[in-house]
């Protein structure tokens, strides 16, 4: 079954750039989609289709995939942002959503 | 605005079922797959599967096909996921979540946007 790996996770301070990463075998033959998720709340989409944001979503909020990785990129980093992050594909072979493992975003 | 308004928390002993509802509002209920996913801290997040609102038509993943039910009330927006069998690793936080609109067909399924609040199962003896 299609397996998607994120680092467990990451930490910056205010004001630097989040990149946070997907693997999966040949990742960017897929469209990939990233959820946030803070303590207590449910998962919000904040990217779909490898780049694109949902209305609402700031633009400090970027995607992008390529070969084996899937990357989420947030930019200019606030204490709000702290949360997981999981990225998401369809795995079509098995008709199914597959789910990173999550990755923790910690704003020193 | 669409909104998903869950049930409140359960306590189930191993063997029972559970049944978990999701309420719509802010768009027509029938023009849309409804999803469920729940979320360990064993195993994240994880896609249990979904209900064509419009007609009932259903489909479950491998993993909880024989243990899930998943029906919908049209006259009240209402999804429904029924879990049977419990076991202590069905602790977990389950969500319905709202899929694309019925009338696209699609070769990979956009991803499920927006959840409800999320529904606490707890299973213990």
């Known amino acids: 079954s299609y397996v998607l790996t994120q680092p467990p996770s990451v930490s910056m301070a205010p004001g630097q750039t989040a990149r946070l990463t997907c693997g999966g075998h040949n990742i960017g033959d897929k469209s990939v989609h990233w959820y946030q998720q803070k303590p207590g709340q449910a998962p919000v989409l904040v990217v779909y289709d490898d780049s694109d944001r949902p209305s609402g979503i700031p633009d400090r909020f970027s995607g992008s995939n390529s070969g084996d990785t899937a990357t989420l990129t947030i930019i200019r980093v606030e204490a709000g942002d702290e949360a997981d992050y999981f990225c998401?594909?369809?795995?079509?072979?098995?008709?199914?959503?597959?789910f990173g493992t999550g990755t923790k975003v910690t704003v020193l | 605005q669409v909104q998903l308004v869950q049930s409140g928390a359960e306590v189930k002993k191993p063997g029972a079922s559970v049944s978990v509802s999701c309420k719509a509002s802010g768009y027509t209920f029938t023009d849309y797959y409804m999803h469920w996913v729940r979320q360990t801290p064993g195993q994240g997040l994880e896609w249990m599967g979904y209900i064509k609102s419009d007609t009932g038509v259903t489909k479950y993943a491998v993993n909880f096909q024989g243990r899930v039910t998943m029906t919908r009330d049209t006259s009240t927006s209402t999804a429904y996921m029924e879990l049977s069998r419990l076991k202590s690793d069905d602790t977990a936080v389950y969500y319905c979540?709202?899929?694309?609109?019925?009338?696209?067909?699609?070769?990979?399924?956009?991803?499920?946007?927006?959840w409800g609040q999320g529904t606490l199962v707890t299973v213990s003896s």
């Open positions: 979540a709202r899929g694309h609109d019925v009338l696209t067909g699609y070769y990979a399924l956009p991803p499920p946007d927006p």
């Open positions: 998401q594909v369809w795995d079509t072979n098995n008709d199914r959503y597959v």
